[in-house]
């Protein structure tokens, strides 16, 4: 089973940046596509960014595609999300997932699940 635990949420000023790293599990990390998403109060889960298991392609939500940027570091077994200009409308509980087979922007495509790191940003 792949676990996953995410960290480095916070509080943070409209405008400010934050980095949130997920640590995997399993040593075959390489071989899942990784994906952010994020849930606020009272909305359904949805797509922030993806990276494919090689790395070398990645997908956005148009709300964050400029600001956040999704890296892995498959030595690391480690996947990260940097955050920029950040905005009271970004605040919500991030989750890191993956999944070994095709990815996307569904929550459906990902199998496995950390438990989410809350991101506060004050206006």
């Known amino acids: 089973q792949m676990q996953l635990v995410e960290s480095g949420g916070g509080l943070v000023q409209a405008g400010g940046s934050l980095r949130l790293s997920c640590a995997a599990s399993r040593r075959t990390f390489s071989l899942y596509h990784m994906g952010w998403f994020r849930q606020a109060p009272g909305k359904e889960r949805e797509f922030v960014a993806a990276i494919a298991r090689s790395a070398s392609s990645t997908l956005y939500a148009d709300s964050v595609k400029g600001r956040f940027t999704i890296s892995r570091d498959n030595a690391k077994i480690s996947v990260y999300l940097e955050m920029n200009s950040l905005t009271p409308e970004d605040t919500a509980v991030y989750y890191c997932?993956?999944?070994?087979?095709?990815?996307?922007?569904?929550?459906?495509?990902?199998?496995?699940w950390g438990q989410g790191t809350q991101v506060t940003v004050s206006s």
């Open positions: 997932a993956a999944n070994v087979g095709g990815w996307g922007t569904e929550v459906r495509r990902y199998d496995y």
